[in-house]
């Protein structure tokens, strides 16, 4: 039998008030607070790290970052992001090399039912959000559940993202679009 973790991450059904993922979610929030409020970049970095699923070299969060468990969360070489970075990552949240995020960027993987009834009994699921090499997403942009974007995608300020979008494609707007290719 599965633990509410492993359905979690799985994206099946789950029970958000699972004692171990409470806990989790609790030493998370600690650990954040107390690194966001360094003033040391490089140190903050470092213990950022160590929450994380994995990351890959040069990692650079600028203060402010959330995120709920730090397990699903996977970052290749070179990341930047800007302030007040947020990854809800009840699934795996990962992010390719080579990619910058603006200020107030949100990846969010939890899906909640629409079912009213489901919702009253805290059942909750989730989607995968990816994020290929060398994408740019600009200041304000939100990525909803279940996102696929390719390689060298740049995402306008302000971007609602819904839905996936293959390689080399500039998107804005909420919904985001295609305007236009780039390489």
């Excluded at 039912?113 to 600009?138: F, H, S, Y």
């Excluded at 990525?143 to 390689?167: H, I, M, Q, R, Y």
């Amino acid at each position: 039998m599965k633990t509410e973790r492993e359905k979690m991450t799985a994206g099946e059904p789950y029970q958000q008030y699972d004692e171990e993922l409470q806990q989790r979610r609790s030493v998370v929030r600690k650990e954040l607070s107390a690194i966001n409020s360094l003033s040391n970049n490089k140190e903050q970095n470092q213990r950022l790290a160590k929450l994380l699923g994995n990351s890959g070299k040069k990692l650079w969060i600028e203060t402010g970052v959330q995120f709920d468990y730090g397990y699903n969360i996977h970052v290749g070489d070179d990341f930047y992001a800007n302030y007040h970075l947020t990854l809800l990552d009840t699934c795996p949240i990962t992010i390719g090399d080579h990619c910058y995020f603006g200020p107030d960027v949100g990846l969010y993987t939890p899906v909640h039912p629409l079912d009213p009834d489901q919702r009253k009994a805290d059942v909750e699921m989730g989607k995968p959000i990816t994020i290929g090499d060398n994408c740019w997403l600009g200041g304000h942009v939100t990525v909803l559940p279940g996102v696929t974007l390719g390689e060298n995608v740049v995402v306008g300020a302000g971007s609602v993202v819904t839905k996936s979008f293959g390689d080399n494609v500039v998107i804005v707007g909420n919904p985001a679009r295609v305007i236009k290719t780039v390489k």
